[in-house]
């Protein structure tokens, strides 16, 4: 398992990916690879046990909780700690002050963005598909987290070049923050642009103070060894991002 470097110590950061050695057999092609997420009408027991292979994998870092959620495109995020959920909670970000607690988010072009403080005791991680970005995600999980994020990192998404939008999604950023407009490029048909979600998230988290934005290099769309892709394949399963604070004990 990889880990993004360059993060306070005993904060781990990553995205899995459709290759893993662990990863079950599928009676669907389209499902094929290491899928994480319920909804996509996989085998519900093969999606669990891959989130079992997971939680087994952090366990090595005294990881005891893992917390997944029902993402609905919206701008609520959660502050989850020692409670236990048994409904699964709905929304798209999720904060902890715990260590030994992974959040996770899935994607499958939406941007999945994680943030944290200077001295790792404080943790977010969000998902981020137009919708949430343009509606308040990001400036939500900031007001929702104890501390002032210091760094951010975004996971693989749909990259400019394969994300065609309409005029009504570029008047919803361009409209709340007209420095954006550098973030569109026009395309081909008329009303119709390319949108960067990256671009957009890095000026929206440095306009709230994150100056350490890492990642958004890759492109879930283009890179289909890698990542599921919602836009490529319709029906297709998820990667997902994770976030945990090593616990002292481990």
Known sequence: MQFVQGLPDGV?????HIQHHQALPSAQPELEG??????????????????MILLDEFAEFGVNKITWMTQTHSTICHTINDEMTFEA?????????????????????CLPIVLGNADGTEIANLHAGW?????????????????????????AAISQPCFEIGAEVKQAFCGKY???ETAFKAGEKSGKYFAD???IARFILKLHGVENVMGGDQCSYLQEQDFYSYR??????????????KNANA
């Open 12 to 16: 781990y950061v990553g995205q899995t």
């Open 34 to 51: 290491f899928n994480l997420a319920l909804h996509v009408n996989d085998d519900p027991k093969r999606a669990q046990q891959h989130r």
């Open 89 to 109: 909670l709905e929304g798209d970000g999720l904060v902890t002050q715990t260590r030994g607690h992974a959040l996770m988010m899935m994607t499958a072009d």
């Open 131 to 155: 919708r949430g970005l343009a509606g308040g995600i990001v400036e939500n999980t900031i007001t929702e987290m104890k501390s002032a994020p210091t760094w951010a990192w975004l996971g």
């Open 178 to 180: 007209p420095e954006l």
């Open 197 to 199: 979600l990256y671009a």
């Open 232 to 245: 490529r394949h319709a029906k297709t399963g998820r990667m997902a991002t994770f976030v945990f604070m």
